[in-house]
């Protein structure tokens, strides 16, 4: 479990204190969000909308400059400046898997101390969110925090395409699951994501395992490139790669359904 970062004095904070009941439950539930799926900060614009509800709401957190407008999507305002990175969070769990993995006990646990380390070493400050008109000065030798652009794009991909192909949200179990493929596929393209679940949505298949298949067999390939893939922004119909990739992942799905319904045909087992 991650934690977002408030202190006692949010609630009265300039930025803060004028804002609207909707907006302030919005710019709240935003840095929930980001803090929950590891974004750095970064919400899709369908995310951003369903947060806000109204454009009302978005627009007064945007004039506030709690929320950042830009090309990639809707940013919370100097979110890494006080909350650990994605890379930050992902380092703590994997040292806490080492320790876990050393003590071979199963009582083992990373504990909040553990996770709110990553914040202490990172030299995150204890006041709030928004920032003022300057932000505040580093600490000393803390290096500078990760920009907008550092955010892993594959991700964002990922939970954006998911939200708006698919027509689903983000379940716990479909975060974890794409965030561990991540971690073990660091040189996947952002465009395999958004790619996968799309050949998904035109096969009926609008299932996790299916696109993580497609995913897989990408990997494992390890030839789809951004060329290959993508024509203008659109899947290319036509690459070879591509179009083996999809027949792969279409027959591997239809045999699973097949075995499933080999199962079902049969009925229970009964013990001569």
């Known amino acids: 479990m991650v934690w977002a970062r408030f202190d006692d004095g949010y609630p009265n904070h300039p930025k803060v204190a004028p804002l609207t009941d909707a907006a302030f439950r919005a710019f709240v539930t935003s840095v929930c969000y980001c803090s929950q799926y590891l ?3 970064l919400m899709p614009p369908v995310t951003a909308r369903s947060i806000a509800r109204t454009d ?5 957190l945007v004039t506030a400059k709690l929320w950042d407008q830009k090309r990639t999507g809707m940013w919370v305002h100097d979110y890494l400046i ?3 990175s994605r890379a930050q969070v992902m380092a703590e769990r994997a040292k806490a898997q080492e320790r876990r993995s050393k003590a071979r006990s199963p009582d083992v ?3 909040f101390s553990q996770t709110s380390s990553v914040a202490r070493r990172s030299g995150v400050p204890s006041h709030p969110i928004p920032s003022l008109s300057q932000d505040p000065p580093p600490a000393a030798g803390a290096s500078p925090p990760p920009s907008p652009a550092a955010a892993d794009f594959f991700i964002t991909e990922f939970f954006t395409a998911w939200e ?4 689903q949200l983000l379940s716990p179990a479909v975060r974890e699951t794409v965030l561990d493929w991540r ?3 660091p040189a996947a393209l952002p465009v395999w994501a958004s790619s996968a679940i799309k050949r998904a949505v035109v096969a009926n298949a609008r299932k996790l395992n299916y696109v993580m298949a497609i995913l897989n067999d990408w990997a494992s390939k390890g030839a789809m490139d951004d060329a290959s893939i993508r024509t203008n922004g659109r899947d290319s119909a036509t ?3 591509a179009t083996e990739a999809a027949a792969w992942s279409n027959k ?6 097949a075995r499933e319904a080999a199962v079902r045909d049969r009925g229970p087992h009964t013990p001569g």
């Open 239 to 241: 690459d070879p790669r």
């Open 183 to 185: 971690t073990l596929h």
């Open 56 to 60: 009302a709401v978005e627009s007064e």
């Open 164 to 167: 708006q192909e698919m027509g």
């Open 109 to 111: 646990r990373p504990t």
């Open 82 to 84: 006080y909350n650990p």
């Open 39 to 41: 974004t750095d900060g």
């Open 252 to 257: 591997h799905y239809a045999d699973k359904l």
